[in-house]
């Protein structure tokens, strides 16, 4: 069974930075797709970024400029760079990987963006 592995959540300040990194079990060319969710309190679960296996990335709105999604194939491993950090942004973080057949999902990280 795939498993994703994530890290790198905690509390920053506004205008502050974290990366939150996303260790997969698997090769990561074995998805077609790898994605960044959040879900605040309240709030459904949104997707924040996502990138194919291809490379292409796409951005929520609300992040775009601020947040790149990247990888690294030898370590396996997804990248969520969260820069010019606001309140709005504090949510439990998800890893999500896609195959022809399954999803897979982290067990979510925390980041609290607060003075």
């Known amino acids: 069974q795939v498993q994703l592995a994530e890290s790198g959540g905690g509390l920053v300040q506004p205008g502050g930075s974290l990366r939150l990194s996303c260790a997969a079990s698997?090769?990561?060319?074995?998805?077609?797709?790898m994605r960044w969710y959040r879900q605040a309190p309240g709030k459904e679960r949104e997707l924040v970024a996502a990138?194919?296996?291809?490379?292409?990335?796409n951005y929520a709105d609300s992040v775009k400029g601020r947040f790149a999604i990247s990888r690294d194939i030898a370590e396996n491993t997804v990248y969520l760079q969260m820069n010019s950090l606001k309140p709005e942004d504090t949510a439990v973080y998800y890893c999500?990987?896609?195959?022809?057949?399954?999803?897979?999902w982290g067990q979510g990280t925390q980041v609290t963006v607060s003075s």
């Open positions: 990138i194919t296996g291809g490379g292409s990335a």
């Open positions: 999500n990987a896609e195959n022809s057949r399954f999803n897979y």
């Open positions: 698997a090769n990561i060319f074995s998805f077609n797709v």
